[in-house]
């Protein structure tokens, strides 16, 4: 299930199950997204990206969606595996703009065997 | 693909000294660079943009004497953080952009762990 942690929300899933973790981004003009990976005492590593023109990207076993309506970014994990344990973090930007990432609260992600 | 690179990855130093740390795009220019700064289980806070050869933009509320950014070449920018006090510990990351067509999204560095005794 979904938790509340002391600052990180926290998923807890089943090996073998999918994932879906959420994010909210918060400027309307943002044209651009990515969702980013962070494992502990690392920096984030890149996993997809998707433009404000487009609803849904595929990648290898992850799939992000985008809703501009109501500002909300997901990220969907096929047959999660341990080593998809980590944070993860959505961050927006307007490409045309100032071209600055800001950062989601970020979710950490348990895989449970 | 597109490497950046961090250095150090964890620093100790004592209350009042100051503490460089290095950010280097390996195998492409990086025109634009960027300092974050994360506190355990939180999320990454822009500190400020560095610019080659130009003034860094720092974020409101980042100190901009208390943080030093230079931006020398289009392969490395440093972050100072000077007389550093025990609330600057904190996990220090950099970023930067090849900003091209293909790819318009960051590539980061793996972090400086700095602790301030």
């Known amino acids: 299930g979904e938790s509340v942690g002391l600052h990180l929300p926290t998923l807890s899933v089943q090996e073998g199950d999918n994932s879906i973790i959420n994010c909210a981004y918060s400027?309307?003009?943002?044209?651009?997204f990515i969702w980013y990976k962070q494992e502990s005492g690392k920096g984030p590593q890149f996993i997809i990206d998707?433009?404000?023109?487009?609803d849904k990207r595929q990648g290898q076993r992850v799939t992000v969606l985008l809703n501009k309506t109501v500002k909300h970014l997901s990220l969907q994990i096929a047959a999660t595996q341990p080593g998809d344990s980590a944070v993860y973090f959505c961050?927006?930007?307007?490409?045309?703009?100032?071209?600055?990432?800001?950062f989601g609260t970020g979710t950490r992600l348990k895989v449970l065997a | 693909g597109a490497v950046v690179s961090q250095h150090p990855s964890r620093v100790i130093c004592k209350s009042g000294t100051s503490v460089k740390i290095e950010c280097r795009s390996l195998?492409?220019?990086?025109?634009?660079m960027f300092w974050y700064r994360q506190f355990p289980k939180q999320s990454l806070m822009l500190m400020a943009t560095?610019?080659?050869?130009?003034?860094?933009?720092?974020e409101q509320g980042v100190e901009k004497d208390k943080f030093l950014i230079n931006h020398a070449s289009l392969t490395l920018s440093t972050l100072t953080v000077t007389s550093a006090h025990p609330e600057d510990s904190s996990f220090y990351i950099c970023?930067?952009?090849?900003?091209?067509?293909?790819?318009?999204?960051?590539?980061f560095g793996s972090g400086t762990r700095l602790t301030v005794v």
């Open positions: 970023s930067a952009s090849r900003r091209d067509r293909a790819n318009y999204g960051y590539t």
């Open positions: 400027n309307s003009a943002s044209d651009y």
């Open positions: 998707i433009r404000s023109n487009m």
């Open positions: 961050a927006e930007t307007t490409i045309s703009g100032t071209y600055k990432y800001i």
């Open positions: 195998d492409f220019q990086a025109t634009t």
């Open positions: 560095s610019n080659e050869g130009s003034k860094a933009t720092y």
